[in-house]
């Protein structure tokens, strides 16, 4: 009886390790669902959203320009942060905020995104923390799952005007 108890446990062990390394390689390559908190997105995203973020875009470097996607902060590594792909390495970029009168532009370094929020007034973004590491990029956001009226693709960038063409 105790042998059949113990075959059982250590049955039930190993499957639950199994299944636990098939959960993890999946959302760690395949994707999963996040819940987007702050103003920085809005109003393509708004606070609380959830969204589905996939992960095999990064593996395969398919990131373009216009993308949303979740990244590894540059200033709390323990936190996420969640931008628009504003330009790719060697692209010029604006460096400057909507509103300073004087524009000044840079190109992102090979190996490198810049990112900035859609609200340009309530964003900590590359404008404050300069080009991320293309490594820290985490996936690139699908659709939206919920609010369940919002549901779908998101919408493309209000800052279009940001995506410089030089």
């Given at each position: 009886m105790?042998?059949?108890?113990?075959?059982?446990?250590?049955r039930?062990?190993?499957?639950?390790?199994?299944?636990?390394?098939?959960?993890?390689?999946?959302?760690?390559?395949?994707?999963?669902?996040?819940?987007?908190?702050?103003?920085?997105?809005?109003?393509?995203?708004?606070?609380?959203?959830?969204?589905?973020?996939?992960?095999?875009?990064r593996?395969?470097?398919?990131?373009?320009?216009?993308?949303?996607?979740i990244?590894?902060?540059?200033?709390?590594?323990?936190?996420?942060?969640?931008?628009?792909?504003?330009?790719?390495?060697?692209?010029?970029?604006?460096?400057?905020?909507?509103?300073?009168?004087?524009?000044?532009?840079?190109?992102?370094?090979?190996?490198?995104?810049?990112?900035?929020g859609?609200?340009?007034?309530?964003?900590?973004?590359?404008?404050?923390?300069?080009?991320?590491?293309?490594?820290?990029?985490?996936?690139?956001?699908?659709?939206?799952?919920?609010?369940?009226?919002?549901?779908?693709?998101?919408?493309?960038?209000?800052?279009?005007?940001?995506?410089?063409?030089?």
């Amino acid at each position: 009886m105790l042998r059949n108890g113990l075959g059982k446990t250590l049955r039930f062990l190993g499957y639950t390790v199994q299944y636990g390394c098939i959960a993890h390689c999946a959302f760690e390559y395949l994707g999963g669902i996040v819940v987007c908190s702050g103003p920085s997105m809005e109003p393509t995203i708004q606070n609380s959203d959830i969204v589905f973020s996939e992960n095999l875009s990064r593996h395969f470097y398919c990131i373009q320009k216009g993308d949303i996607v979740i990244v590894k902060s540059p200033n709390d590594p323990k936190s996420n942060i969640c931008k628009r792909v504003i330009g790719l390495e060697g692209d010029k970029v604006c460096t400057s905020n909507p509103s300073d009168f004087l524009k000044s532009h840079s190109y992102v370094p090979k190996g490198h995104v810049w990112l900035e929020g859609d609200n340009l007034r309530n964003s900590t973004d590359s404008r404050c923390y300069g080009p991320v590491p293309y490594g820290l990029i985490k996936g690139r956001i699908c659709f939206k799952i919920w609010p369940l009226n919002d549901f779908g693709f998101l919408r493309a960038s209000p800052n279009g005007h940001r995506f410089l063409d030089d």
